[in-house]
C-alpha cells in the first residue's frame, strides 16, 4: 500500500487543521493504521492510532482531547482532525500502517509501522 499524507500548512496557536492520508495500491480497510509527527530535532514520535473496524483509538497523552484519528475505508483515507493546535504540535506528520495489527504494547513505536508516506508540515504559531 502506497500513502501521501497532506493538508498540513500554518495556523495560529488555538486553531485547527485537518489531515488526510489517501491510500492506493491496496484497501486501507485490511490495515491498522496511525499517524506519528517528527517535531524540529526530534525523532519522530506517536501521535494516533485506530483499528481496522475504527471501533477502537488511541492517542499520546499530549494529544488526547484535542486530536480525532478517524478513516473512511470506503474512501480509502484516514483523517488526523486537530484541535486547539499549540506551537508545540509544530512537525512533518506522517501516516503509516502498523506491520504488528491491533496490538496496544506496539503501537506507539515507528519500528512497528511500514509504508510510510511522505509527510506533511504542520506549523503552529503562537
Known amino acids: 500500500v502506497q500513502l501521501q499524507a497532506s493538508g498540513g500548512g500554518l495556523v495560529q496557536a488555538g486553531g485547527s487543521l485537518r489531515l488526510s492520508c489517501a491510500a492506493s495500491?491496496?484497501?486501507?480497510?485490511?490495515?491498522?493504521v496511525g499517524w506519528f509527527r517528527q517535531r524540529p530535532g526530534k525523532e519522530r514520535e506517536f501521535v494516533a492510532a485506530?483499528?481496522?473496524?475504527?471501533?477502537?483509538?488511541f492517542y499520546a497523552n499530549s494529544v488526547k482531547g484535542r486530536f480525532t484519528v478517524s478513516r473512511d475505508n470506503a474512501a480509502n483515507t484516514l483523517y488526523l482532525q486537530m484541535n486547539a493546535l499549540k506551537p508545540e504540535d509544530t512537525a512533518v506528520y506522517y501516516c503509516a500502517v502498523s506491520t504488528r495489527g491491533w496490538t496496544i504494547g506496539t503501537l506507539t513505536s515507528s519500528s512497528n509501522f511500514g509504508s510510510w508516506g511522505q509527510g506533511t508540515l504542520v506549523t503552529v504559531s503562537s
Open positions: 495500491g491496496r484497501f486501507l480497510s485490511s490495515y491498522v
Open positions: 485506530i483499528n481496522r473496524a475504527a471501533d477502537s483509538t
